[in-house]
């Protein structure tokens, strides 16, 4: 009984043509944030404000056509759930952000030589100046692999981002959903 109740909340919710619909934004969100990632680079701002600013804009467009498109025949007042999508991808993006800076710091660890290494941790005396600090105050320059850890970043953050916004800002559960039915 309680797999089953599990099973129905937390699995079944991405079986649906909401889901599907979801998806869909969510990759239009990711061409976002990559384009804005590659234009703010080629700005050079530096990498983490970057991958900040790109997540911020990609949460906004997908709040926009979420809203419009795939929970559209949800009421529940738009500032609210305004307020609510973003609180919850806040989340979402806290787990982005930190996979995004430590995926750049695993591609500096696999790619660059040894000396290099040395050189970027110098003067970092503590493991918090190391492992912490450098990486979100001075990242490594790790060329196009930033756009990988970002994608990274992404897909950690996503199925956070839909069970809640699902389940709460939209409030799903609650009433019987039209676009609900299962995807064959």
């Not at 080629?42 to 929970?71: D, H, M, P």
């Amino acid at each position: 009984m309680l797999f089953r109740r599990l099973f129905q909340r937390f699995v079944l919710p991405f079986f649906t043509r909401r889901f599907l619909k979801f998806a869909i934004v969510g990759a239009s969100g990711v061409l976002v944030n990559l384009g804005c990632l590659a234009l703010l680079r080629a700005l050079s701002v530096q990498i983490n404000l970057a991958s900040a600013i790109a997540i911020e804009l990609s949460l906004l467009s997908n709040f926009a056509v979420n809203y419009l498109w795939t929970f559209r025949d949800v009421s529940g007042g738009w500032l609210r759930q305004a307020l609510r999508f973003h609180l919850v991808c806040l989340g979402g993006a806290v787990f982005q952000f930190s996979s995004f800076v430590i995926m750049n710091v695993v591609w500096m660890l696999l790619l660059w030589s040894g000396d290099a290494r040395t050189e970027y941790f110098a003067g970092a005396d503590t493991m918090f100046e190391r492992w912490l600090w450098r990486p979100l105050m001075s990242p490594p320059e790790v060329g196009a692999w930033v756009f990988l850890s970002q994608l990274i970043g992404i897909g950690c953050g996503m199925v956070w981002n839909y069970l809640l916004n699902f389940y709460w800002t939209w409030s799903v559960h609650k009433r019987a959903e039209p676009g609900g039915e299962h995807v064959s």
